[in-house]
Nanobody, 125 residues
């Protein structure tokens, strides 16, 4: 059974940093890409960042570009999200996602097959 487990969330003040981790277990597929999405209370889930698993090319939402960095460690079957200069509007539950089939678009949640349970990130002003 494929499982994605996120960790690293927490409560920080504006301007501080956090790093989120997502480890995949029970993988039964070749990975095309992994991504991070987030969902704030009362809002829809939104794309944050994604990484092509083989090439390492990265994609970001405009709202986090220049502040967040996505990376992967193939040997650990893990993906990371380094979040710097956090803002109160970054407060959300952050979800890790993986997909096995290539799609031209990385920002669409529907293209991802596997999801973690989420980790809470709260940024106080």
């Amino acid at each position: 059974q494929v499982q994605l487990v996120e960790s690293g969330g927490g409560l920080v003040q504006a301007g501080e940093s956090l790093i989120l981790s997502c480890v995949v277990s029970g993988r039964t597929f070749d990975t095309d890409a992994m991504g991070w999405f987030r969902q704030a209370p009362g809002k829809e889930r939104e794309f944050v960042a994604a990484i092509n698993w083989s090439a390492g090319s990265t994609y970001y939402a405009d709202s986090v570009k220049g502040r967040f960095t996505i990376s992967r460690d193939k040997s650990k079957d893990a993906v990371f999200l380094q979040m710097n200069s956090l803002k109160p509007e970054d407060t959300a539950v952050y979800y890790c996602a993986a997909r096995s089939v290539y799609r031209i678009y990385y920002k669409n949640a529907i293209t991802y097959d596997y999801w973690g349970q989420g980790t809470q990130v709260t940024v106080s002003s």
